[in-house]
């Protein structure tokens, strides 16, 4: 039976395993546990032949957002979706990573629509009725009934 490949959540929790082990005393057996669980990471990156797997490299956020663009999405519509994928994960590790670069799985992900882009006009209209209720001093979503 072939071992799937890690899971970014399974490096993501070995990185900051590492940052806890980082500066400190750590005990040897907690060390050689760390270091165990490494190689066993590494070693679920190597193909069937023991070689490491091809991997493409990665592309910036922008790169993404245009090979998404098409055909009933445009690229103000993908820009939206790669940036709301990159917090949704950024949510999930624990850590930013808006720098990191994406590769063909995460834009699998986006395409399949798991993560979906707020409807930007909705924000607009919502963003447009506050500045509205500020400037007159209403509270947003309630009319103001004048009496007379």
Partial sequence: MTTPPPSPREIADLTARLRALTGCRADEAERAAFLED???LLDRMAD???SAVAVQPPMTAET???ALAGPGR???DSRALVRQYLDEVSRQVGVPVHRWGLDEEDLRAIGSGAVTAADPE?????Q????HADDHGLD??????RER
């Fill in 64 to 66: 993404a957002a245009r």
């Fill in 38 to 40: 490494k190689e066993a």
């Fill in 128 to 131: 447009l009725a506050t500045w």
């Fill in 140 to 145: 947003a979503g309630i009319d103001l009934v």
């Fill in 122 to 126: 909705q924000a607009r209209r919502e």
């Fill in 48 to 50: 069937d032949e023991g």
């Fill in 74 to 76: 445009t690229l103000d």
